[in-house]
T-cell receptor
Framework: EADIYQTPRYLVIGTGKKITLECSQTMGHDKMYWYQQDPGMELHLIHYSYGVNSTEKGDLSSESTVSRIRTEHFPLTLESARPSHTSQYLC??????????????FGPGTRLTVL | GNSVTQMEGPVTLSEEAFLTINCTYTATGYPSLFWYVQYPGEGLQLLLKATKADDKGSNKGFEATYRKETTSFHLEKGSVQVSDSAVYFCALSEAGGFKTIFGAGTRLFVKA
């Protein structure tokens, strides 16, 4: 079944730890995205990718980094987590089309708490 | 630049009440318009979409019509259920663009 997966679903860690949030999709989509969702629900785009070896920063500045070595995999890394990084992180993907703009498919999210 | 504005919540309704969540947008060209729903503890999922003016998107009893003259895409449902309690996001996908622009979200509570 085509889907988009995120692990872990919940993560509680101490300040200064390095973490990687995993995102994988089985739909063969070229476009992938990372959003940060604050408690007020608003979504902020922090990274996106057009395809393999392509990554771009989003609208909200973030200390995280991403990589795209394989089409299906788009991990997000924080080298040194801080309490200000506590948030919900959502991964999404969509098709590349030249005509109609397609919807995005979202993973279930990772809720990160940094103590 | 392009933007989406949706009504602030929370919206609290009794079961079987009529729902309207207002959404207006600013965009150049002809964007596609979407409503997404986020249930507690989950990611967003597409509820309905419309790709051109006067299109009506519908799903699970929800409807929204792409109104170019009023730059609106209001979400409606004739009779809400407790299971409709969620956060609803209006969004647009720019013509020729890459990103989707989301509204701030409207939380809906439906009481039995």
């Amino acid at each position: 079944e085509a889907d988009i997966y995120q692990t872990p679903r919940y993560l509680v860690i101490g300040t200064g730890k390095k973490i990687t949030l995993e995102c994988s999709q089985t739909m063969g989509h070229d476009k992938m995205y990372w959003y940060q969702q604050d408690p007020g629900m608003e979504l902020h785009l922090i990274h996106y990718s057009y395809g393999v070896n392509s990554t771009e920063k989003g609208d909200l500045s973030s200390e995280s980094t991403v990589s795209r070595i394989r089409t299906e995999h788009f991990p997000l890394t924080l080298e040194s987590a801080r309490p200000s990084h506590t948030s919900q992180y959502l991964c999404a993907s969509s098709e590349v089309t030249s005509g109609v703009r397609r919807e995005q498919f979202f993973g279930p999210g990772t809720r990160l708490t940094v103590l | 630049g392009n933007s989406v504005t949706q009504m602030e919540g929370p919206v609290t309704l009794s079961e079987e009440a009529f729902l309207t969540i207002n959404c207006t947008y600013t965009a150049t060209g002809y964007p596609s318009l979407f409503w997404y729903v986020q249930y507690p503890g989950e990611g967003l999922q597409l509820l309905l979409k419309a790709t051109k003016a006067d299109d009506k998107g519908s799903n699970k009893g929800f409807e929204a019509t792409y109104r170019k003259e009023t730059t609106s895409f209001h979400l409606e449902k004739g009779s809400v259920q407790v299971s409709d309690s969620a956060v609803y996001f209006c969004a647009l996908s720019e013509a020729g663009g890459f990103k989707t622009i989301f509204g701030a979200g409207t939380r809906l509570f439906v009481k039995a």
